[in-house]
Protein backbone atom coordinates (compact mmCIF):
# COMPACT_ATOMS: atom_id res chain seq x y z
CA UNK A 1 0.00 0.00 0.00
CA UNK A 2 1.07 3.81 -1.18
CA UNK A 3 1.90 6.27 1.42
CA UNK A 4 2.65 9.64 2.00
CA UNK A 5 6.24 10.57 3.07
CA UNK A 6 7.36 12.78 5.42
CA UNK A 7 8.42 14.87 2.26
CA UNK A 8 4.85 14.21 1.00
CA UNK A 9 5.81 12.10 -1.79
CA UNK A 10 4.23 8.93 -2.46
CA UNK A 11 5.89 6.04 -0.71
CA UNK A 12 5.83 1.74 -1.16
CA UNK A 13 5.13 1.90 -5.10
CA UNK A 14 5.47 -1.77 -6.32
CA UNK A 15 7.29 -1.46 -9.99
CA UNK A 16 6.48 -4.84 -12.13
CA UNK A 17 5.18 -6.18 -15.55
CA UNK A 18 1.63 -6.23 -16.32
CA UNK A 19 0.04 -10.05 -16.54
CA UNK A 20 -3.42 -10.14 -16.05
CA UNK A 21 -6.44 -8.18 -18.89
CA UNK A 22 -7.51 -6.22 -16.37
CA UNK A 23 -4.02 -4.63 -15.22
CA UNK A 24 -3.67 -4.30 -19.39
CA UNK A 25 -7.17 -2.36 -19.73
CA UNK A 26 -6.19 -0.15 -16.28
CA UNK A 27 -3.81 1.30 -18.92
CA UNK A 28 -6.24 1.89 -21.72
CA UNK A 29 -8.10 4.22 -18.96
CA UNK A 30 -4.67 5.42 -17.52
CA UNK A 31 -4.23 6.43 -20.68
CA UNK A 32 -7.05 8.74 -21.32
CA UNK A 33 -6.67 10.39 -17.51
CA UNK A 34 -2.95 10.90 -18.29
CA UNK A 35 -3.31 12.53 -21.63
CA UNK A 36 -6.49 14.33 -21.33
CA UNK A 37 -8.28 11.77 -24.22
CA UNK A 38 -11.70 11.23 -24.62
CA UNK A 39 -11.68 8.11 -27.23
CA UNK A 40 -9.48 5.36 -24.78
CA UNK A 41 -8.47 2.83 -26.85
CA UNK A 42 -5.09 3.62 -28.05
CA UNK A 43 -3.33 0.79 -26.50
CA UNK A 44 -5.93 -1.92 -26.67
CA UNK A 45 -4.78 -5.33 -24.25
CA UNK A 46 -4.81 -7.48 -26.99
CA UNK A 47 -1.80 -5.29 -28.39
CA UNK A 48 -0.21 -5.10 -25.10
CA UNK A 49 -0.26 -8.85 -24.49
CA UNK A 50 1.35 -9.19 -27.87
CA UNK A 51 4.02 -6.91 -27.31
CA UNK A 52 4.55 -8.33 -23.69
CA UNK A 53 5.17 -11.79 -24.62
CA UNK A 54 7.08 -10.94 -28.19
CA UNK A 55 10.05 -8.45 -26.80
CA UNK A 56 8.21 -6.02 -25.70
CA UNK A 57 7.77 -4.28 -22.27
CA UNK A 58 4.89 -3.30 -20.83
CA UNK A 59 5.46 -2.33 -16.94
CA UNK A 60 3.46 -0.84 -14.26
CA UNK A 61 4.06 1.07 -10.73
CA UNK A 62 1.03 -0.23 -8.38
CA UNK A 63 0.00 1.74 -5.60
CA UNK A 64 -1.91 -1.28 -3.79
CA UNK A 65 -3.87 -2.67 -7.35
CA UNK A 66 -4.30 0.49 -8.53
CA UNK A 67 -2.06 1.74 -11.64
CA UNK A 68 -0.38 5.05 -10.71
CA UNK A 69 1.98 4.45 -14.04
CA UNK A 70 2.94 2.78 -17.12
CA UNK A 71 5.67 2.73 -19.67
CA UNK A 72 5.39 0.77 -22.64
CA UNK A 73 7.85 0.02 -24.80
CA UNK A 74 9.26 -2.73 -28.60
CA UNK A 75 12.32 -3.91 -30.20
CA UNK A 76 13.11 -1.67 -32.72
CA UNK A 77 15.57 -1.76 -35.59
CA UNK A 78 16.53 1.08 -38.16
CA UNK A 79 18.35 -1.31 -40.53
CA UNK A 80 21.97 -1.64 -38.14
CA UNK A 81 21.02 -1.21 -34.83
CA UNK A 82 18.49 -2.74 -32.35
CA UNK A 83 17.55 -0.99 -29.57
CA UNK A 84 14.00 -0.49 -27.38
CA UNK A 85 11.91 2.11 -28.41
CA UNK A 86 9.86 3.40 -25.68
CA UNK A 87 6.04 4.22 -26.94
CA UNK A 88 4.42 5.34 -23.74
CA UNK A 89 5.46 6.72 -20.29
CA UNK A 90 2.13 7.76 -18.39
CA UNK A 91 1.52 8.79 -14.71
CA UNK A 92 -1.99 10.13 -13.27
CA UNK A 93 -1.74 13.66 -12.72
CA UNK A 94 -2.26 12.83 -8.56
CA UNK A 95 1.43 11.44 -8.86
CA UNK A 96 3.02 13.94 -11.21
CA UNK A 97 5.75 15.15 -8.27
CA UNK A 98 6.68 12.18 -6.77
CA UNK A 99 9.27 11.06 -9.37
CA UNK A 100 7.65 8.06 -10.60
CA UNK A 101 8.65 8.54 -13.95
CA UNK A 102 11.63 8.61 -13.01
CA UNK A 103 11.48 5.70 -11.20
CA UNK A 104 9.57 4.12 -14.31
CA UNK A 105 12.20 4.79 -16.52
CA UNK A 106 15.32 3.20 -14.48
CA UNK A 107 12.88 0.15 -13.95
CA UNK A 108 12.51 0.16 -17.72
CA UNK A 109 16.40 0.62 -18.26
CA UNK A 110 16.90 -2.58 -16.29
CA UNK A 111 14.37 -4.44 -18.12
CA UNK A 112 15.92 -3.63 -21.59
CA UNK A 113 19.41 -4.71 -19.62
CA UNK A 114 17.90 -8.11 -18.91
CA UNK A 115 16.77 -8.59 -23.18
CA UNK A 116 20.88 -7.73 -23.48
CA UNK A 117 20.20 -4.33 -25.54
CA UNK A 118 22.04 -1.32 -24.86
CA UNK A 119 20.25 1.71 -26.46
CA UNK A 120 16.28 2.94 -25.52
CA UNK A 121 14.71 5.63 -28.26
CA UNK A 122 12.06 7.51 -28.07
CA UNK A 123 9.94 11.02 -28.91
CA UNK A 124 9.30 13.62 -26.72
CA UNK A 125 7.81 17.30 -27.41
CA UNK A 126 10.79 19.61 -27.08
CA UNK A 127 8.18 22.64 -25.68
CA UNK A 128 7.21 20.60 -22.64
CA UNK A 129 9.79 21.59 -20.58
CA UNK A 130 8.74 18.67 -17.40
CA UNK A 131 9.49 16.09 -20.06
CA UNK A 132 12.83 17.69 -21.39
CA UNK A 133 14.27 17.71 -17.39
CA UNK A 134 13.38 14.09 -16.85
CA UNK A 135 14.54 12.73 -20.19
CA UNK A 136 18.02 14.87 -20.57
CA UNK A 137 18.92 16.65 -17.07
CA UNK A 138 17.80 13.52 -14.90
CA UNK A 139 18.33 10.49 -17.14
CA UNK A 140 20.78 11.81 -19.65
CA UNK A 141 19.23 10.60 -22.93
CA UNK A 142 20.65 12.83 -26.07
CA UNK A 143 18.28 14.34 -28.24
CA UNK A 144 19.47 13.70 -32.19
CA UNK A 145 16.94 14.53 -34.57
CA UNK A 146 14.32 17.36 -34.82
CA UNK A 147 10.95 15.44 -36.22
CA UNK A 148 8.05 18.42 -37.58
CA UNK A 149 4.77 17.30 -37.35
CA UNK A 150 5.72 13.60 -36.58
CA UNK A 151 2.40 12.54 -35.93
CA UNK A 152 0.31 14.77 -37.57
CA UNK A 153 -2.81 16.49 -36.39
CA UNK A 154 -3.83 14.98 -32.70
CA UNK A 155 -7.27 15.85 -31.20
CA UNK A 156 -5.63 15.07 -27.27
CA UNK A 157 -5.52 17.96 -24.74
CA UNK A 158 -2.14 18.31 -25.02
CA UNK A 159 -1.36 18.41 -28.36
CA UNK A 160 -4.85 20.07 -29.79
CA UNK A 161 -3.98 22.98 -32.18
CA UNK A 162 -0.33 22.16 -32.26
CA UNK A 163 1.57 20.61 -34.60
CA UNK A 164 3.15 17.45 -33.36
CA UNK A 165 6.95 18.22 -33.50
CA UNK A 166 9.13 15.75 -31.76
CA UNK A 167 12.92 15.24 -30.75
CA UNK A 168 13.55 11.82 -30.89
CA UNK A 169 16.19 10.68 -28.12
CA UNK A 170 18.35 8.25 -27.55
CA UNK A 171 19.54 6.65 -24.46
CA UNK A 172 22.62 4.67 -24.14
CA UNK A 173 21.68 2.81 -20.84
CA UNK A 174 25.02 1.45 -21.00
CA UNK A 175 27.35 4.07 -21.34
CA UNK A 176 29.58 5.80 -18.59
CA UNK A 177 28.10 8.51 -19.47
CA UNK A 178 24.20 7.99 -18.93
CA UNK A 179 26.01 6.13 -15.38
CA UNK A 180 27.75 9.72 -14.23
CA UNK A 181 24.38 11.21 -14.82
CA UNK A 182 22.32 8.91 -12.69
CA UNK A 183 24.73 9.09 -10.05
CA UNK A 184 25.82 12.89 -9.91
CA UNK A 185 25.16 15.13 -7.50
CA UNK A 186 22.09 17.72 -8.38
CA UNK A 187 23.68 20.42 -10.50
CA UNK A 188 23.60 23.85 -8.29
CA UNK A 189 21.52 26.98 -9.36
CA UNK A 190 24.20 29.22 -9.68
CA UNK A 191 26.14 26.63 -12.04
CA UNK A 192 23.09 26.66 -14.10
CA UNK A 193 22.55 30.12 -13.83
CA UNK A 194 26.35 31.14 -14.99
CA UNK A 195 26.06 29.04 -17.76
CA UNK A 196 22.97 30.66 -19.16
CA UNK A 197 24.73 34.16 -18.77
CA UNK A 198 27.77 33.07 -20.43
CA UNK A 199 26.13 31.03 -23.50
CA UNK A 200 25.44 32.32 -26.93
CA UNK A 201 21.04 33.02 -27.02
CA UNK A 202 19.61 30.89 -29.81
CA UNK A 203 15.94 31.97 -29.22
CA UNK A 204 15.65 35.52 -28.16
CA UNK A 205 12.00 36.12 -25.98
CA UNK A 206 10.69 38.90 -24.86
CA UNK A 207 7.49 39.03 -21.57
CA UNK A 208 4.06 39.74 -23.63
CA UNK A 209 1.05 41.22 -22.01
CA UNK A 210 0.29 38.32 -19.39
CA UNK A 211 3.73 38.24 -18.48
CA UNK A 212 4.79 35.16 -20.24
CA UNK A 213 8.07 34.96 -22.35
CA UNK A 214 7.20 34.81 -26.26
CA UNK A 215 9.89 34.32 -28.98
CA UNK A 216 10.74 37.51 -31.01
CA UNK A 217 13.76 35.83 -33.04
CA UNK A 218 16.17 32.93 -33.53
CA UNK A 219 19.73 33.22 -34.52
CA UNK A 220 22.15 30.42 -35.52
CA UNK A 221 24.46 29.51 -32.53
CA UNK A 222 28.06 30.40 -32.09
CA UNK A 223 30.86 29.99 -29.78
CA UNK A 224 31.87 26.61 -27.54
CA UNK A 225 28.08 26.95 -25.91
CA UNK A 226 24.30 28.11 -26.57
CA UNK A 227 21.18 27.73 -24.80
CA UNK A 228 18.14 26.94 -26.61
CA UNK A 229 15.22 28.71 -24.13
CA UNK A 230 11.14 26.99 -24.67
CA UNK A 231 8.26 27.54 -22.58
CA UNK A 232 8.52 27.29 -18.43
CA UNK A 233 5.19 26.65 -18.84
CA UNK A 234 2.96 24.93 -22.23
CA UNK A 235 -0.13 24.59 -20.28
CA UNK A 236 0.14 28.35 -19.30
CA UNK A 237 0.89 29.55 -22.20
CA UNK A 238 -2.10 27.60 -23.84
CA UNK A 239 -4.39 29.88 -21.50
CA UNK A 240 -2.93 32.76 -21.37
CA UNK A 241 -1.25 33.47 -24.31
CA UNK A 242 -2.79 30.79 -27.28
CA UNK A 243 -1.93 33.49 -29.94
CA UNK A 244 1.79 32.35 -29.17
CA UNK A 245 1.60 28.90 -29.36
CA UNK A 246 2.69 28.73 -33.52
CA UNK A 247 4.98 31.50 -32.52
CA UNK A 248 6.76 28.78 -30.30
CA UNK A 249 6.43 26.03 -31.78
CA UNK A 250 7.84 27.78 -35.52
CA UNK A 251 11.06 29.08 -33.03
CA UNK A 252 11.99 26.35 -31.57
CA UNK A 253 11.86 24.14 -34.82
CA UNK A 254 13.95 26.63 -36.73
CA UNK A 255 16.35 27.15 -33.60
CA UNK A 256 16.65 23.35 -33.16
CA UNK A 257 17.28 22.72 -37.48
CA UNK A 258 19.63 25.64 -37.13
CA UNK A 259 21.46 24.09 -33.82
CA UNK A 260 21.84 20.67 -35.49
CA UNK A 261 23.04 21.84 -38.73
CA UNK A 262 25.63 24.19 -37.36
CA UNK A 263 26.93 20.80 -35.67
CA UNK A 264 25.96 21.39 -31.95
CA UNK A 265 24.55 18.88 -29.52
CA UNK A 266 21.90 19.07 -26.92
CA UNK A 267 24.03 18.06 -23.39
CA UNK A 268 21.82 19.36 -20.80
CA UNK A 269 18.62 20.82 -19.62
CA UNK A 270 17.88 23.30 -17.00
CA UNK A 271 15.01 25.28 -15.25
CA UNK A 272 16.87 28.83 -14.87
CA UNK A 273 15.76 31.17 -11.74
CA UNK A 274 17.55 34.56 -12.88
CA UNK A 275 18.59 37.53 -10.88
CA UNK A 276 14.97 39.12 -11.10
CA UNK A 277 13.26 35.46 -9.97
CA UNK A 278 12.10 34.84 -13.28
CA UNK A 279 12.14 30.90 -13.90
CA UNK A 280 13.36 30.21 -17.61
CA UNK A 281 13.24 26.75 -19.54
CA UNK A 282 16.63 26.05 -21.57
CA UNK A 283 18.17 23.04 -23.22
CA UNK A 284 22.24 23.71 -22.84
CA UNK A 285 24.02 22.74 -26.32
CA UNK A 286 27.62 22.45 -27.30
CA UNK A 287 30.02 21.91 -30.28
CA UNK A 288 31.63 18.54 -29.97
CA UNK A 289 35.21 18.04 -30.56
CA UNK A 290 35.78 15.69 -33.77
CA UNK A 291 33.55 14.12 -36.12
CA UNK A 292 29.30 14.58 -35.25
CA UNK A 293 27.28 11.12 -34.19
CA UNK A 294 25.47 9.34 -36.94
CA UNK A 295 21.78 10.54 -36.14
CA UNK A 296 19.59 7.37 -36.01
CA UNK A 297 17.49 6.81 -39.01
CA UNK A 298 14.10 7.11 -36.84
Given at each position: ??????????????????????EFRQVEELLSAAFGTSSPGGMPTSLQRALQDNGGLVLGAFADIYLAGAAVSFLGWDGAALYHYSHLLMVRPEYQNHHLGFRL??????????????????????????????????????????????????????NRGLETD??????????????????????SPAEDRARFERSFRVVTTDQGESGLRIPTAVEEPSGPSAHLEIPFDLAAV??????????????????????????????????VST??????????????????????TA
Open positions: MASAGVDGRIEGFRLRRLEKPEKLYQRDEVTKLGLAEVRWTFDPLVSRNAFLNVRRLGSVPRKYLPHYYGQMSDGARLLTVWSIASPAVEARLNAPPRREHEPKSLRTWRHAVRDAFRASFDAGYAVDDFAVANHERRSVYFLSKPVGPPANPP
